[in-house]
């Protein structure tokens, strides 16, 4: 496999470029990493900033205005509202389960149907979150 | 807190507005009303909504200081809460206070017998659908796991 690189100042945008007879492994990794460059988010802890995958986010969580990110261990903040961040993922396994929080379903370890209709979600980090009445439908939809 | 303080306010105050108009409308149809009543409408419909607006109090209550929302989490004491909810405004205001029976005849077994019959269909309804959706959702949740699973293992 040839490999060309090119670079200069004039180029405002990064941009790979591949020519190949058909898309094998080795090109679909290629191909992979690309794209999850583009599948990241800057977060913030302590005051430093980040980036951490987008797939290894748990769920997002507003409290008293501000926007954390919850992954297995760790949380972090970020400047993003919760909308944005709804709006931003909504092509993906996130969905919103209450006014405050969205939750990523690829980190879902089961449901449990509570007395008053709504769900308590399992996560595969032991955390435990509850899906309200109203947004189940939505919840249900993405699932399917 | 607050919030939910609020929110639990507005959920067991609509409780109660559905309850009572249910009530009403029940005794409505089966014309119970205007033979038992008899020109004491209003003190009559005063005392169904005091005994609502008492078993949406008592749920209230049995909802904040009795955990365990998940129907596999029922204890035999949430389950006597529950009961206790209506019983205790239906006997207590209903037979010692508005006359609505006789509590020491054999009278009071009709709410009891109609509360516990009640009281168990609808659980046994509402747990059989609720494990149903449960069963479904986490099959699913299963299903994506796996296929999830099997595109790391092939990357």
Known sequence: MKLRLETSLEYNETEVYIQCQKVDNKIQKIIDIVNDDTKRMTV????????????????????????????????????????????????????RISKSCILNIDHLDGVKMLRNGKLEAQLSNGERLIINRHYVPSFKQKLS | MKRSFFKKLVYYGVSFCVSYTLVSLILSLLN????????????????????????????????????????????????????????????????????????????????????????????????????????????????????????????
């Open chain 2, 32 to 155: 119970i009303n205007a033979s038992l009543v008899a020109g004491n409408f209003w003190i009559y419909n005063i005392e169904i909504m005091s005994v609502c607006f008492c078993i949406a109090l008592l749920m209230w209550l049995t909802d904040t200081f009795i955990k365990g929302s998940s129907y596999d989490d029922m204890t035999p004491l949430g389950i006597f809460a529950d009961l206790m909810d209506v019983a205790l405004p239906v006997i207590g205001l209903g037979g010692f206070v508005f006359d609505w029976f006789d509590v020491f005849s054999k009278e009071i077994l009709y709410p009891i017998i109609i509360l516990l019959f009640v009281y168990f269909v609808v659980l046994g309804f509402f747990y059989l659908n609720a494990k149903m959706t449960e069963i479904e959702l986490n099959k699913k949740i299963q299903e994506r796991k796996k296929k999830l699973n099997n595109n790391k293992q092939d990357d």
């Open chain 1, 44 to 95: 913030k802890k302590e005051g430093v900033s980040e980036m951490i995958k987008i797939q290894d986010i748990y769920y997002f969580e507003s409290v008293d205005e501000r926007s954390y990110v919850y992954a297995e261990t760790e949380v972090y903040s970020t400047e993003k509202k919760l909308y944005e961040i709804e709006e931003l993922l909504k092509e993906s396994s996130f969905v």
